[in-house]
């Protein structure tokens, strides 16, 4: 399994851009980058996933370098209600991977008023 | 859909009981996967059912075991508690005609070992 590497804390203010970057220098063809967040006391949540290039969804987008040893999560416009620890994955999709999901140490994003 | 739901939310045992946890996935998902989740080993994976069937298996010793039923619900059982046991302990579920490639959690059950 591909290991990865992203900062343990980074701290925002509203109204801001969070750019969380992950290193996967060992990233193999079949992966895919899946990013989780959790919030306090909570189960993780989805929040996106991509093999390449950019993905964009409706609260987060992806870019995916061509090499794709490393990915970065962009959140814009933070809120308070995004402080959260934020888990970047990187394997195969969950049926290949015996629904099994392997998580590194997080992000711990902290928004700031 | 109700999301998963797991019970009881929190639970205060001691050394050298046991315990059993319980997970009800997502309606229709037949895929269910249990989480340890520490501030020092973070989030590890226990074990997985599909159909009644354990599938995958994480690195735990044989105290941590597990079950599922017809209805897809899940057990996981702790015998033995040590200190060290003490965890959120996280069900997921899944199943590929959700859509998307991911695990929906529940809220965990706290489990407090003294």
């Known amino acids: 399994l591909a290991k990865t590497t992203q900062p343990i804390s980074m701290d925002s203010y509203e109204g801001q851009e969070v750019n969380i970057t992950c290193s996967h220098n060992?990233?193999?063809?079949?992966?895919?980058i899946t990013w989780y967040q959790q919030f306090p006391s909570q189960g993780p949540r989805f929040i996106i996933q991509?093999?390449?290039t950019k993905v964009t969804n409706e609260v987060a987008s992806l870019f995916i370098p061509a090499d794709r040893k490393s990915s970065t999560l962009s959140l814009p416009r933070v809120s308070l209600s995004d402080t959260a620890v934020y888990y970047c994955l990187v394997g195969g999709l969950l049926k290949a991977a015996g629904n099994k999901l392997t998580f590194g140490g997080g992000t711990r994003v902290l928004v700031k008023p | 859909k109700a999301g998963v739901t797991q019970t009881p939310r929190y639970l205060i045992k001691t050394r050298g009981q046991q315990v059993t946890l319980s997970c009800s996935p997502i309606?229709?998902?037949?895929?269910v996967s249990w989480y340890q989740q520490t501030p020092g080993q973070g989030l590890q994976f226990l074990f997985e059912?599909?159909?009644?069937?354990?599938?995958n298996k994480g690195n735990f010793p044989g105290r941590f075991s597990g079950r599922q039923f017809s209805n897809s619900r899940s057990e996981m059982n702790v015998s033995t508690l040590e200190l060290g046991d003490s965890a959120l302990y996280l069900c997921a579920s899944s199943s590929p005609a959700s859509g998307r490639d991911e695990q929906f959690f529940g809220p965990g059950t706290r489990l407090t070992v003294l």
């Open positions: 309606s229709g998902h037949r895929s």
């Open positions: 991509g093999y390449k």
């Open positions: 059912y599909f159909s009644e069937t354990q599938r």
């Open positions: 060992n990233i193999a063809t079949n992966d895919y």
